[in-house]
T-cell receptor, first 116, second 115 residues
Framework: AQKVTQAQTEISVVEKEDVTLDCVYE???????LFWYKQPPSGELVFLIR????DEQNEISGRYSWNFQKSTSSFNFTITASQVVDSAVYFC?????????????WGLGTSLAVNP | GAVVSQHPSRVICKSGTSVKIECRSL??????MFWYRQFPKQSLMLMAT?????????EQGVEKDKFLINHASLTLSTLTVTSAHPEDSSFYIC???????????FGQGTRLTVV
């Protein structure tokens, strides 16, 4: 069975702090994809990153970085020097290929509040 | 980048009426579209997957006759909530994808309130 666990329901930090959002996944597939999305209060989902199971290189994009560890089935997301605009709900997701369809398995999300 | 437009962004309707939500891929052909429902402070719940020209595949527990999905072209899918009830009030989000990319493009969402 496939599953995505985001153990942190809510996180509150003060601006400029670093914050890491955890994501642990379960799958028996050897080929899979992992994603992070941001959902600000407006509701629109913003795609942040896609990582395939064969690429364990960490990724950095500006203040965002991702740490993919297959050994622990984790794909954690770190925001460095957080800003108020980073306040949002962040979802981690796993993609499975079910026949002709490709479905995303979603975590429950982590609500991040960055306070001034 | 690719854009998915969802319309309307907000709708209020009376109980018993039907509401249609449109999802359009503006600059690419979407072979697959997904419809999600999201309750307040909860994750996305996949309702159905539709491939252009074929019937939608509904997730377990989703009523086909209540949530009608049509994917008549490669750029348009519609979700019709029939005989809406207050419990259908929710945030509905569509996602459109191609054979290679099925996860990156989401609509802005539609907040449905049934009164």
């Amino acid at each position: 069975a496939q599953k995505v666990t985001q153990a942190q329901t809510e996180i509150s930090v003060v601006e400029k702090e670093d914050v890491t959002l955890d994501c642990v996944y379960e799958t028996r597939d050897t080929t899979y994809y992992l994603f992070w999305y941001k959902q600000p209060p407006s509701g629109e989902l913003v795609f942040l990153i896609r990582r395939n199971s064969f690429d364990e290189q960490n990724e950095i994009s500006g203040r965002y970085s991702w740490n993919f560890q297959k050994s622990t089935s984790s794909f954690n997301f770190t925001i460095t020097a957080s800003q108020v605009v980073d306040s949002a709900v962040y979802f981690c997701a796993l993609r499975v290929d079910a026949g002709n369809n490709r479905k995303l398995i979603w975590g429950l999300g982590t609500s991040l509040a960055v306070n001034p | 980048g690719a854009v998915v437009s969802q319309h309307p962004s907000r709708v209020i309707c009376k109980s018993g009426t039907s509401v249609k939500i449109e999802c359009r891929s503006l600059d690419f052909q979407a072979t697959t579209m997904f419809w999600y429902r999201q309750f307040p402070k909860q994750s996305l719940m996949l309702m159905a997957t539709s491939n252009e020209g074929s019937k939608a595949t509904y997730e377990q527990g989703v009523e086909k006759d209540k949530f009608l999905i049509n994917h008549a072209s490669l750029t348009l899918s519609t979700l019709t909530v029939t005989s809406a009830h207050p419990e259908d009030s929710s945030f509905y989000i569509c996602s459109a994808g191609t054979d290679l990319r099925t996860e990156a493009f989401f609509g802005q969402g539609t907040r449905l309130t049934v009164v």
